[in-house]
């Protein structure tokens, strides 16, 4: 199945949720006016787009019905697509510029990171990159079996300790492994981390050194994993993980199965990080690189 179809398939909840129901608000009103922006805003408001950009979207609907620009109800929905393809931002492709680049991917647990690991691997993998990963997230043996099936899946190739190890030293390793092996992109697991768990946070700062020390010029991604189930709590916890590390770019998971997509809507505005990729299934194929003009396609069609 094309990606496209997945994305539509995958959006089909919050379609339904917010989207779907413009069409119905329009039918109900004759011309544009303030009761039709009205009811706009309550659909909106209701869904995880976020008050805020609830009000951005109105207030733009609202000039350009002042200025002449939207006229007639039928161009409401074309507006609309423009003013979200904007406010969501374009995607913006990761830096792999060095070899090895490095990859560092963070998140609370259950996000998705180890999942999304295994789909970017992938990804790479078939683009002719060489791909290491880490298992950094030395918490559970199962998390470390579980990232060892997902680089099978792809063809990446895993450097990992046992469980309880230090994640400080499976980077230097992998790192030791990447450069022997001249890899393209070194991609590390880590461990769920809360800014508030304090140990957590000091081992993302150990990886980090170590990491600087021994590739320094490597170009970097920080990714941050969150999951599009938990809302505009999702858009919170970014910027609790904003205050500890520098994020690069943001992939958003399991937006299939949810009606709370329209947080993409607020993620730009709110944190100024792009979304560099999302997921929509479980799959090894169900990620793709984020698209604005895409998404917001699959929101309306
Ligand atoms: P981690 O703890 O951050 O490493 O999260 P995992 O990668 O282990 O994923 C947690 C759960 O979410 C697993 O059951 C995954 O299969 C599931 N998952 C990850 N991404 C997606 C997605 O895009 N859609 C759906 N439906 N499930 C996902
Ligand atoms: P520190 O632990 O705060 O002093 O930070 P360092 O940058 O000195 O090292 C961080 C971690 O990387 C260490 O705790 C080790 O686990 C690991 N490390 C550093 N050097 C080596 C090495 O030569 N071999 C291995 N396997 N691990 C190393
Ligand atoms: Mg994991």
């Not at 129901?21 to 544009?32: G, S, T």
């Not at 590739?215 to 999702?234: I, S, Y």
């Amino acid at each position: 199945m094309a990606f496209l179809d997945k994305l539509k398939q995958g959006l089909s909840k919050t379609k339904s949720a917010i989207f779907g129901q413009i069409d119905e608000v329009l039918k109900a009103f004759v011309r544009v006016d303030e009761d039709l922006l009205d009811e706009l805003e309550e659909l909106l408001i209701m869904s995880d787009v976020g008050v805020g950009a609830t009000e951005e979207i109105i207030e733009r609907l609202r000039e350009a019905i002042k200025d002449g620009r939207l006229k007639e109800k039928e161009h409401v929905e074309s507006a609309l697509r423009e003013i979200l393809e904007e406010m969501i931002g374009e995607g913006e492709e990761l830096d792999l510029s060095t070899t090895p680049a490095v990859i560092l991917v963070i998140g609370v647990n259950g996000a998705g990171k180890t999942t999304s690991i295994g789909k970017i691997s992938n990804r790479l993998v078939s683009k002719g990159k060489k791909v290491v990963v880490a298992a950094a997230d030395t918490f559970r043996a199962a998390a470390i079996d579980q990232l060892a099936v997902w680089c099978e899946r792809s063809g990446a190739e895993l450097v990992r300790q046992n469980e309880g190890s230090d994640p400080a030293a499976v980077v230097f390793d992998a790192i030791a492994y990447a450069k022997r092996k001249s890899a393209d992109v070194l991609i590390i697991d880590t461990a769920g981390r809360l800014h508030n768990k304090k140990n957590l946070m000091n081992e993302l700062a150990k990886i980090n050194r170590v990491i600087e020390r021994e590739l320094p010029e490597a170009a970097r991604e920080n990714l941050l994993v969150l999951d599009a189930t938990t809302g505009q709590n999702a858009i919170l916890q970014a910027k609790e993980f904003k205050n500890a590390a520098e994020i690069t770019g943001l992939v958003l998971n399991k937006l299939d199965g949810t009606a709370k997509g329209g947080i993409v809507l607020s993620i730009k505005r709110e944190l100024g990080i792009p979304v560099k990729f999302i997921g929509v299934g479980e799959k090894i194929d169900d990620m793709q690189e984020f698209d604005n003009k895409e998404f917001v396609q699959a929101l309306f069609e």
